[in-house]
């Protein structure tokens, strides 16, 4: 067994010493002067990308490059809602792929993320929402991906405290349910992917940020920081909240713009909330978490900001939502709220590929759902980044998408943030 | 919420506008000798700049007039706006953040 | 002598004529008016009231306001009006009150859940991470429902809350935040300077500081109560000085935007009849002055958690505003000066205070005064430990230059421990603003560094900790304010305050060497985070303020840690040998106290929630018994039933009574703009494909917009009504939005087109009259209308009257017969309809809803934009190039058509679908594949868009969108069902019924 292996006898064994000899989950490392690969972001898609190229890749010698603290971007700022229900075959096999290494993924990375396959429901309170999500149940089967269609009642037994009296503003007509669809535990997955990266020898750089791309013609050569250039031929961008800027540096102009994502928690009640709950119609959505506040997100501001603040009055149109689907909510406080930078793109899919700078990759745009994807996003960008070319399922959303006019677009169907 | 300090009718409070975006996007004049790379530049690609933002701004509730202001995209700070359409010249007039 | 906590027979603002019964776990005992929870708690000898989070350690009060960690409860005023999580200190006490504690079972006494305390080393820090992880399926079922049973505090209530919540818009020139001493001397200033100035105070008076007792200090030679009565006095003669009690500033938002919750009956047993329990007060203010005072600081030290350790401050407090001895022989535990007026005051009510300061000698200010109150000072010591299960009665001293390892702490009897780990500026506010703070060495504490525009902080929350100082500050704050706004400087004497400096040395934790060591040292009370789990947390790594605050949780609870920051931060530099500087806080983030979610959302529920829009005719529908769908902002009749007929049963009968007779639906919905100006044709050829210019006046055309992408934006009708006026038609859902995008392009594309856009939904309702025998209807009730086809033919609009009342009439049709769709003035609609029906009674007219117009235009193959098209979709696809006009320049979506992805033949084209089953209705949505055989992952060739049983042809058909559709007529596919195996079905031209369009003609 390795050292430092996290299991129920681990703890007991160390209980003994008062936990005192637990080994770092990662190093501090000083950066080298070069790396085979580096990666830019430190969020949980940038870690997953570099634990997946040296667990499966054999690609060792990789840096994350992380101007703050690890996940301490939208990985450490979401509503953590995974499902994979989404509409168009390309998108289904992308988030399906990660809904699948969810899992099993505390197992792989001997760490408890905490996954937790609840269900994700999304409602319908039109004809309308309910032609669509029966569409988007038609095509998630057609494809092995489970999602099924409840009556109120049923949705109701699925999730208690939810109105479903038909005097509603907006009531509920049917709900579609994700099974498998679920939470995680955010910041583990960013912890957990580094500690398992970190244990085949990948340099975890935090506090390092990188000033600018720096390249010949069209070969990328390495990346300008704050502690010097570090000299890379292949880099991977993954800058969630921060895609135009970085990229902006070697030139590229992205189809991107970044919105403040707001949400918020209630203060901590016991269990009262069981799954996860979507409205598109009303802009909402809701779960409660392990610590027992209940999780609440919605769309997004409305312009341009890098400040992780919004409006108030996006948060309260949220609640005016949720309190129309959960009326028992009213006295229930808000405790917290805040933002995060969001890159969107004009067909809300993410842009996953190269550039036209070759050995500059781009991992982006994954809009306000990225969380669901950090497993297979990953896995998919270490498979590209390792052998120089789109991994079949990332082949889709490739940057020149949308100069062909190839779009992906789940923007019909995701009216909301989620 | 931001104020915005709308040049028709004063400062109001955000609810009453719409944001349009970045300000100064052309339509390429003639779309027919214009590439395709040209054109999806156009219609996709945005500055999005961490920084000031000229961007259009449309009072809904009130006025429903365009016009454009710059804003500090890291603070939100509005510093200068002008009362025409993106297609005008810019009359800048400094404003209280 | 007597332990505990014990009510004075005289002092504190509490009315000890009068009784107030309350209840606390079921117990029932009495108060004051004047009491908190709190206060009433104490004074009954009650210490033990709350458990911990997570080793459901015994909790009691441990501080008097919203700061409190430990101290929560539950308060039941009846099974709607649940409140969890109540910080006992804020709580005002009211005739029959209920309170009850949370977080524990079987009772407060004997929790079950205190084993987690036994099982303490097995579950450090993030222990949760390291186990639990097999077998995998086990986490969802087992694992994860025992942590969330065991975690979370309070209960939710389980009914919808009956109470009232308001919202008031303020505006104002400044709001002063905190009516504290600062507050009180900066909100004269301003209101002499003539200014608007709100002040509010979240406690039900004001005062802060100098209401807890102020310790002894004396302005203008009076004492504190003195002197405060008489600011508030000269306040309430300033007339634009408005003061609000029981009101909280909780957010500091953009530009000057305040969220302010006044408590409005929060201290009442219900809300007065008619009044709101709360009000939320948004303020737009042109300056925000922060005078929130200060925080004490905890101490950290093994076992400081027992019920009886307690701020000395809230001692403050509970003793001037309640009359309650929080102890009789009380133990203060200090590193600053701010404890000894205190120290003096308890020894003056009977205490037998005992005074620990880990500075070497006492300040000198104080020596003789404590020494004749018979204070007992114990310098250059620390408390290091404490006893008492549920109550504490003995705490631990060591000499601070010992050598722990060889000496042993010596025991004091003890009932309260009262700790003072120094005042730190309440600046969360000013952070919260994005002012920027820095953390000043020799405060020990943060303070503001750089304010944004608009804000301003001033006296303790500005890090002016002595009295004098705080006023001074405050008066330089307010001058600011004025110069800033152009008003005009007042004079203003400042009070004289009669004070000494204020010294405090920082301390970040006690000495944890030998036995101590095993005992725990709370940093967050509230999340159980020791000291020893922050060290644990930075060996593995979790370095980062941020990650140790999320790794441990500390700060994490109901109070956000309010009062753990500053000694997390202090321990955090300490372990890792950095400055407190570097080490940073965490982002504070909105709001200061948690603020109800219906306060927050006031008056915007039910049907004030969305507002719901109806047609003219919706009353004559509710009246026969139609049944509604809601669309967009709207709610549509949907089929009209008669008695004993189902939902199918009544679309079959409307849908063959419009092709065999006649039928009138309200389509009012519809969006109507009307263009007018020179340029208006010019303009409209660029918006719509078709060319508008060429339209003559009196005629209509049918139109797409796309947008520039090349994809469906919207559909409608373009009638020209004079030379230089259009009237258009959008979809019920795009109303809105055809109306911006007009204006948009118009504003900041093409502003030299000289044109007017106006909406005019609202002015005209809509009756759409279709059917072989509609023109002889219409000719029943037409004036100065010639309603021969060859005078007023398809495609064409007249003037006239309809029933008596003037209107427009076009020659349209969405159902694919005869069909004029009637505009009156929106108050005449309802009477239009009920003409209609009156006179076509013997023609078979019949009223007919949302649902039989779908499936006749879908039997026609018209499109509806939302169902046909999703955003993806362009006119090639919908196989309507015919709308393209070829020769007239320039239209908005056009250049994208010739992309290569839009050119593509692979891509979806509208067809029809006949089901070999002509009685199975496809099911929308339905995915159509090559093979009945096909398992998943299957590739999916298009999907059902529209799907009917039609009764005029007798079958079911379908529209839907296929790959490469137009070149598969004949061919046969499947379509899928959610609930069996796909159903055979054959492509054919989306176009079921007249194909040549001849009874549109008629």
């Known amino acids: 067994m390795r050292r430092g292996r996290y299991s129920f006898a681990a703890l007991v064994r160390h209980a003994l010493s008062g936990h005192r000899r637990w080994p770092p989950a990662w190093r501090r490392r000083e950066p080298k002067r070069a790396y085979d690969v580096v990666i830019v972001g430190g969020g949980g898609h940038g870690l997953a990308t570099a634990y997946y190229l040296a667990a499966e890749h054999g690609v060792r010698d990789v840096a994350v490059v992380e101007k703050g603290w690890i996940g301490g971007g939208n990985t450490g700022r979401n509503t953590t809602i995974i499902r994979s229900n989404y509409l168009h075959p390309e998108s289904i096999a992308l988030y399906d792929h990660a809904l699948r290494l969810w899992p099993t993924l505390s197992l792989e990375l001997d760490f408890n993320i905490m996954f937790s396959d609840r269900g994700v429901m999304m409602l319908a309170h039109d004809l309308h929402d309910e032609r669509i999500l029966k569409r988007h149940i038609h095509a998630n089967r057609l494809l092995g991906v489970d999602n099924r269609w409840l009556s109120p009642a049923e949705a109701k037994a699925f999730c208690p405290p939810l109105n479903i009296d038909p005097r509603a503003r907006y009531p509920v007509l049917g709900a579609a349910l994700q099974e498998r669809g679920g939470v995680a535990r955010h910041d583990a997955v960013a912890w957990g992917y580094a500690r398992a990266a970190d244990r085949l020898g990948v340099h975890i750089l935090e506090g390092i940020e990188v000033k600018a791309i720096r390249r010949r013609g069209d070969r990328v050569l390495g990346v300008e920081t704050d502690r010097g250039v570090i000299a890379a031929g292949r880099i991977g961008v993954v800058v969630a909240g921060h895609s135009s800027v970085v990229l902006g540096t070697a030139g590229l102009r992205l189809p991107i713009e970044s919105f403040p994502l707001q949400a918020l928690v209630s203060e901590p009640v016991k269990p009262v909330f069981p799954c996860v709950v979507m409205s598109n119609r009303v802009h909402a959505y809701i779960s409660q978490s392990d610590k027992g506040e209940l999780v609440i997100g919605a769309g997004t501001d409305q312009y341009v900001s890098y400040s992780q603040r919004g409006g108030i009055q996006v948060i309260r149109h949220n609640l005016e939502a949720i309190l129309e689907l959960f009326p028992i909510f009213a006295r229930l406080r808000l405790m917290r709220q805040w933002a995060g930078i969001v890159d969107v793109t004009p067909d809300r899919s993410p842009i996953i590929g190269p550039t036209p700078i070759r050995g500059l990759y781009v991992n982006a745009g994954w809009g306000t759902g990225g969380f669901k994807a950090t497993p297979g996003s990953g896995h998919l960008f270490a498979w590209t980044l390792a052998h120089e070319e789109p991994h079949p399922i990332v082949a889709p959303f490739g940057l020149d998408r949308f100069e062909s006019g190839r779009l992906i677009d789940e923007s019909a169907a995701a009216a909301v943030a989620h | 919420m931001l104020e915005i300090p709308c040049p028709f009718c004063g400062p109001r409070p955000e609810v009453e506008f719409r944001c349009g975006g970045e300000a100064d996007i052309r339509r390429p004049a003639d779309p027919d000798r214009c590439s395709d790379r040209a054109w999806t530049d156009y219609l996709w690609n945005r500055t999005n700049p961490k920084g000031v933002h000229r961007e259009r701004w449309w009072h809904v509730h009130g006025c429903r007039r365009w016009f454009v202001v710059s804003r500090h995209t890291v603070s939100d700070t509005i510093l200068a706006v002008s009362d025409s359409g993106q297609t005008a010249q810019p009359q800048e007039t400094a404003a209280d953040g | 002598?007597?332990?505990?906590?014990?009510?004075?027979?005289?002092?504190?603002?509490?009315?000890?004529?009068?009784?107030?019964?309350?209840?606390?776990?079921?117990?029932?005992?009495?108060?004051?008016?004047?009491?908190?929870?709190?206060?009433?708690?104490?004074?009954?000898?009650?210490?033990?009231?709350?458990?911990?989070?997570?080793?459901?350690?015994?909790?009691?009060?441990?501080?008097?306001?919203?700061?409190?960690?430990?101290?929560?409860?539950?308060?039941?005023?009846?099974?709607?009006?649940?409140?969890?999580?109540?910080?006992?200190?804020?709580?005002?006490?009211?005739?029959?009150?209920?309170?009850?504690?949370?977080?524990?079972?079987?009772?407060?006494?004997?929790?079950?859940?205190?084993?987690?305390?036994?099982?303490?080393?097995?579950?450090?820090?993030?222990?949760?991470?390291?186990?639990?992880?097999?077998?995998?399926?086990?986490?969802?079922?087992?694992?994860?429902?025992?942590?969330?049973?065991?975690?979370?505090?309070?209960?939710?209530?389980?009914?919808?809350?009956?109470?009232?919540?308001?919202?008031?818009?303020?505006?104002?020139?400044?709001?002063?935040?905190?009516?504290?001493?600062?507050?009180?001397?900066?909100?004269?200033?301003?209101?002499?300077?003539?200014?608007?100035?709100?002040?509010?105070?979240?406690?039900?008076?004001?005062?802060?500081?100098?209401?807890?007792?102020?310790?002894?200090?004396?302005?203008?030679?009076?004492?504190?109560?003195?002197?405060?009565?008489?600011?508030?006095?000269?306040?309430?003669?300033?007339?634009?000085?408005?003061?609000?009690?029981?009101?909280?500033?909780?957010?500091?938002?953009?530009?000057?935007?305040?969220?302010?919750?006044?408590?409005?009956?929060?201290?009442?047993?219900?809300?007065?009849?008619?009044?709101?329990?709360?009000?939320?007060?948004?303020?737009?203010?042109?300056?925000?002055?922060?005078?929130?005072?200060?925080?004490?600081?905890?101490?950290?030290?093994?076992?400081?958690?027992?019920?009886?350790?307690?701020?000395?401050?809230?001692?403050?407090?509970?003793?001037?505003?309640?009359?309650?001895?929080?102890?009789?022989?009380?133990?203060?535990?200090?590193?600053?000066?701010?404890?000894?007026?205190?120290?003096?005051?308890?020894?003056?009510?009977?205490?037998?205070?005992?005074?620990?300061?880990?500075?070497?000698?006492?300040?000198?200010?104080?020596?003789?005064?404590?020494?004749?109150?018979?204070?007992?000072?114990?310098?250059?010591?620390?408390?290091?430990?404490?006893?008492?299960?549920?109550?504490?009665?003995?705490?631990?001293?060591?000499?601070?230059?010992?050598?722990?390892?060889?000496?042993?702490?010596?025991?004091?009897?003890?009932?309260?421990?009262?700790?003072?780990?120094?005042?730190?500026?309440?600046?969360?506010?000013?952070?919260?603003?994005?002012?920027?703070?820095?953390?000043?060495?020799?405060?020990?504490?943060?303070?503001?560094?750089?304010?944004?525009?608009?804000?301003?902080?001033?006296?303790?929350?500005?890090?002016?900790?002595?009295?004098?100082?705080?006023?001074?500050?405050?008066?330089?704050?307010?001058?600011?304010?004025?110069?800033?706004?152009?008003?005009?400087?007042?004079?203003?004497?400042?009070?004289?305050?009669?004070?000494?400096?204020?010294?405090?040395?920082?301390?970040?934790?006690?000495?944890?060497?030998?036995?101590?060591?095993?005992?725990?040292?709370?940093?967050?009370?509230?999340?159980?985070?020791?000291?020893?789990?922050?060290?644990?947390?930075?060996?593995?790594?979790?370095?980062?303020?941020?990650?140790?605050?999320?790794?441990?949780?500390?700060?994490?609870?109901?109070?956000?840690?309010?009062?753990?920051?500053?000694?997390?931060?202090?321990?955090?530099?300490?372990?890792?040998?950095?400055?407190?500087?570097?080490?940073?806080?965490?982002?504070?983030?909105?709001?200061?106290?948690?603020?109800?979610?219906?306060?927050?959302?006031?008056?915007?529920?039910?049907?004030?929630?969305?507002?719901?829009?109806?047609?003219?005719?919706?009353?004559?529908?509710?009246?026969?018994?139609?049944?509604?769908?809601?669309?967009?902002?709207?709610?549509?009749?949907?089929?009209?039933?008669?008695?004993?007929?189902?939902?199918?049963?009544?679309?079959?009968?409307?849908?063959?009574?419009?092709?065999?007779?006649?039928?009138?639906?309200?389509?009012?919905t519809l969006g109507k703009i009307e263009v007018a100006g020179p340029d208006a044709a010019i303009f409209l050829d660029r918006i719509y494909t078709i060319a508008v210019s060429r339209l003559r006046v009196g005629r209509c055309r049918y139109g797409l917009m796309l947008r520039d992408d090349g994809m469906v934006l919207d559909d409608g009708v373009v009638a020209r009504l004079e030379e230089h006026r259009f009237h258009l038609t959008t979809t019920t859902g795009g109303a809105a939005r055809v109306l911006a995008w007009l204006e948009e392009w118009h504003q900041t594309e093409w502003p030299e087109l000289r044109l007017w856009i106006t909406s005019t939904t609202e002015q005209w309702a809509t009756i759409a009259l279709s059917g072989p025998r509609a023109?002889?209807?219409?000719?029943?009730?037409?004036?100065?209308?010639?309603?021969?086809?060859?005078?007023?033919?398809?495609?064409?609009?007249?003037?006239?009257?309809?029933?008596?009342?003037?209107?427009?009439?076009?020659?349209?049709?969405?159902?694919?017969?005869?069909?004029?769709?009637?505009?009156?003035?929106?108050?005449?609609?309802?009477?239009?309809?009920?003409?209609?029906?009156?006179?076509?009674?013997?023609?078979?007219?019949?009223?007919?809803?949302?649902?039989?117009?779908?499936?006749?235009?879908?039997?026609?193959?018209?499109?509806?934009?939302?169902?046909?098209?999703?955003?993806?979709?362009?006119?090639?696809?919908?196989?309507?190039?015919?709308?393209?006009?070829?020769?007239?320049?320039?239209?908005?979506?056009?250049?994208?058509?010739?992309?290569?992805?839009?050119?593509?033949?692979?891509?979806?084209?509208?067809?029809?679908?006949?089901?070999?089953?002509?009685?199975?209705?496809?099911?929308?949505?339905?995915?159509?594949?090559?093979?009945?055989?096909?398992?998943?992952?299957?590739?999916?060739?298009?999907?059902?868009?529209?799907?009917?049983?039609?009764?005029?042809?007798?079958?079911?058909?379908?529209?839907?969108?296929?790959?490469?559709?137009?070149?598969?007529?004949?061919?046969?596919?499947?379509?899928?069902?959610?609930?069996?195996?796909?159903?055979?079905?054959?492509?054919?031209?989306?176009?079921?019924?007249?194909?040549?369009?001849?009874?549109?003609?008629?």
């Open chain 3, 1 to 668: 002598m007597a332990e505990g906590p014990v009510r004075l027979p005289v002092g504190g603002r509490i009315d000890r004529k009068r009784r107030l019964a309350f209840r606390f776990d079921g117990r029932r005992l009495a108060g004051h008016p004047g009491d908190s929870l709190a206060s009433a708690l104490l004074a009954n000898g009650i210490r033990l009231v709350a458990r911990s989070f997570k080793y459901h350690r015994p909790r009691g009060i441990y501080a008097a306001g919203p700061e409190e960690p430990c101290a929560l409860v539950e308060l039941r005023r009846d099974e709607a009006r649940v409140d969890p999580n109540c910080p006992a200190g804020e709580v005002e006490l009211f005739d029959g009150l209920e309170a009850r504690s949370q977080n524990r079972w079987p009772s407060l006494a004997w929790d079950v859940g205190a084993l987690a305390d036994r099982l303490k080393p097995l579950l450090p820090a993030g222990f949760y991470y390291k186990t639990f992880r097999w077998p995998a399926a086990l986490w969802t079922r087992l694992y994860e429902p025992l942590i969330r049973r065991m975690a979370g505090v309070g209960r939710a209530p389980r009914l919808p809350d009956p109470d009232r919540y308001a919202h008031r818009h303020h505006h104002c020139d400044v709001l002063v935040v905190g009516a504290g001493a600062a507050g009180l001397v900066a909100a004269e200033l301003l209101g002499r300077a003539g200014l608007s100035v709100l002040l509010v105070e979240s406690r039900a008076q004001p005062g802060g500081w100098l209401a807890d007792g102020g310790a002894g200090v004396r302005l203008d030679g009076d004492a504190a109560p003195h002197w405060l009565q008489a600011q508030l006095a000269r306040l309430e003669a300033l007339e634009g000085v408005r003061l609000l009690t029981r009101s909280t500033a909780f957010g500091l938002y953009d530009h000057g935007f305040v969220g302010v919750l006044e408590r409005i009956a929060d201290h009442l047993p219900l809300p007065a009849p008619g009044t709101p329990r709360e009000r939320l007060w948004w303020v737009r203010a042109k300056a925000v002055l922060i005078t929130t005072g200060c925080l004490e600081r905890p101490l950290v030290f093994p076992d400081n958690d027992r019920p009886g350790v307690m701020l000395a401050g809230a001692a403050a407090h509970y003793l001037h505003h309640h009359g309650v001895l929080v102890g009789r022989r009380p133990v203060i535990f200090t590193n600053n000066d701010s404890v000894y007026g205190l120290a003096l005051e308890l020894a003056r009510a009977g205490a037998a205070v005992t005074v620990v300061d880990v500075r070497p000698a006492p300040p000198a200010r104080w020596e003789r005064e404590l020494c004749e109150a018979g204070v007992r000072m114990l310098c250059g010591r620390a408390v290091v430990g404490s006893e008492g299960r549920s109550g504490l009665h003995t705490v631990h001293i060591l000499a601070l230059d010992a050598d722990p390892a060889l000496s042993l702490p010596k025991p004091l009897a003890a009932d309260a421990l009262l700790v003072s780990g120094g005042l730190q500026p309440n600046a969360a506010l000013f952070a919260q603003a994005r002012g920027r703070l820095c953390f000043d060495e020799e405060l020990g504490a943060w303070r503001p560094d750089e304010a944004p525009p608009r804000l301003w902080a001033a006296g303790g929350a500005n890090g002016r900790l002595s009295l004098a100082a705080a006023v001074e500050d405050a008066a330089r704050a307010a001058r600011d304010v004025i110069r800033s706004l152009g008003g005009r400087e007042p004079r203003l004497e400042l009070p004289r305050v009669e004070e000494e400096t204020f010294a405090q040395t920082p301390f970040w934790c006690s000495p944890l060497k030998g036995a101590a060591a095993a005992r725990r040292a709370f940093v967050d009370l509230h999340n159980d985070v020791t000291v020893a789990d922050i060290a644990v947390a930075i060996r593995e790594g979790y370095r980062a303020i941020e990650h140790l605050k999320r790794y441990t949780t500390a700060g994490m609870g109901p109070d956000q840690g309010k009062i753990v920051q500053g000694n997390l931060q202090g321990l955090v530099a300490r372990e890792l040998g950095r400055a407190v500087q570097e080490v940073g806080t965490t982002t504070f983030r909105q709001p200061w106290t948690p603020v109800p979610f219906a306060a927050l959302v006031g008056a915007h529920r039910g049907p004030l929630f969305e507002p719901l829009r109806t047609p003219p005719t919706h009353p004559w529908a509710e009246a026969h018994g139609a049944l509604f769908e809601d669309v967009g902002p709207w709610r549509r009749a949907r089929v009209f039933p008669r008695s004993g007929e189902d939902l199918e049963a009544a679309l079959r009968r409307e849908a063959r009574a419009v092709r065999t007779a006649c039928g009138v639906i309200d389509a009012s």
């Open chain 3, 775 to 1002: 023109r002889e209807l219409l000719a029943r009730l037409a004036e100065g209308i010639d309603l021969d086809g060859a005078a007023f033919p398809h495609m064409s609009f007249r003037e006239g009257r309809i029933a008596g009342v003037p209107a427009r009439v076009f020659r349209i049709s969405f159902t694919g017969e005869l069909g004029f769709e009637i505009n009156v003035e929106a108050g005449f609609g309802l009477h239009l309809w009920e003409a209609l029906i009156e006179a076509g009674s013997d023609l078979g007219l019949t009223p007919y809803g949302t649902e039989a117009m779908h499936l006749l235009r879908a039997e026609k193959g018209y499109v509806i934009v939302g169902q046909e098209t999703d955003g993806t979709v362009s006119p090639l696809d919908l196989g309507l190039e015919g709308l393209l006009a070829k020769n007239k320049g320039d239209f908005i979506g056009r250049r994208a058509l010739a992309l290569p992805a839009l050119q593509s033949p692979e891509r979806k084209q509208l067809v029809g679908l006949l089901p070999s089953e002509p009685g199975s209705v496809l099911e929308e949505g339905a995915q159509l594949v090559p093979s009945p055989e096909a398992t998943p992952p299957a590739v999916s060739e298009g999907h059902v868009t529209s799907s009917y049983f039609s009764p005029n042809l007798e079958r079911s058909f379908a529209l839907a969108l296929l790959a490469r559709g137009r070149q598969r007529h004949g061919e046969r596919l499947w379509a899928t069902r959610l609930d069996g195996a796909p159903v055979p079905v054959e492509v054919v031209p989306p176009c079921f019924y007249d194909p040549e369009g001849q009874r549109l003609r008629m």
